[in-house]
């Protein structure tokens, strides 16, 4: 992660506008490979969809949270009161857990668009994005429960159009359900240009969706049954025995 040199003082700020203890900011994701830009804009899509940055403000619910360890600034008083990382060892999505944590505690929490704060290459590549993501993938979810009804979600709204659309078209379908369908996949092509535009990507990734929405399918399911199995995530030449998932306190 590459800071502005004035990335504290503009996070400082953007903490106490939306009055919050614990702000995460979200870098600019530098994507340079066809494999990298494939799969890192799906956290600013999936934010989007399900958790857009001010209802993570406003909610109180220690499950609808979501942060980055790229960029998280807390308060010290709050962190030491709600225990800082001691209160979440162990874990692969330090991000998440102590936003979670933070909340359980009482503390609100926020996040915040960092594209002029900082800079953040991820990994080199597919395979290296795709074993990244995967790391903590099921961690996040929390449950079999989220990560179906997450799965579930991502289908109809980011797959299932793509393929209903040609096939309704091609094949005699209605034209009310034609239309219906074409309707659902210009929406997510806007969100997804949209998106583009904003995070700087390239504008390929917005009709590459169900490509890259079924790869994140691909990388949720290993993560899960990485952890049903009990085998240890390889990160960085080192083993990690696998975190509970963040549901679990």
């Known amino acids: 992660v590459r800071l502005d040199p004035a990335a504290a003082s503009r996070a400082l700020a953007a903490a106490r506008a939306q009055r919050v203890d614990f702000l995460s900011a979200f870098p600019r994701q530098l994507v340079p490979t066809f494999g990298e830009a494939l799969l890192a804009p799906l956290m600013y899509l999936l934010l989007a969809a399900y958790l857009p940055m001010a209802f993570i403000r406003w909610t109180r619910l220690p499950g609808l949270s979501a942060a980055t360890g790229q960029f998280m600034l807390v308060r010290r008083a709050a962190y030491l009161a709600a225990d800082g990382h001691r209160a ?11 936003a979670r944590r933070m ?27 795709w074993h990244g993501f995967a790391r903590n993938a099921y961690e996040a ?23 209903a659309l040609p096939v309704s078209a091609l094949w ?17 092509l806007a969100l997804r240009l949209v998106l583009a535009w904003r ?5 390929w990734t917005a009709f590459a969706t169900p490509v890259a929405v079924l790869a994140l399918t691909g990388i949720q399911l ?18 990690y025995p696998g975190a509970a998932p963040v549901g679990r306190e």
């Open 88 to 98: 979440v060892p162990g874990t692969l999505h330090d991000g998440v857990k102590l």
């Open 103 to 129: 909340k359980v505690a009482g503390f609100p929490i926020g996040i915040v668009d960092g594209q002029d704060l900082a800079t953040c290459r991820m990994y080199a590549g597919f395979r290296a994005s």
């Open 141 to 163: 979810l929390g449950s079999p429960v989220a990560l179906a009804i997450m799965t579930t979600l991502n289908a109809a709204l980011f797959i299932l159009p793509f393929l």
């Open 172 to 188: 005699g379908g209605a034209a009310h359900a034609t239309a219906a369908w074409g309707r659902a996949v210009l929406l997510v």
């Open 199 to 203: 995070f700087r990507y390239p504008w």
């Open 222 to 239: 290993e993560s899960y049954v990485r952890h049903l199995t009990g085998k240890p995530v390889l990160w960085r030449s080192r083993a």
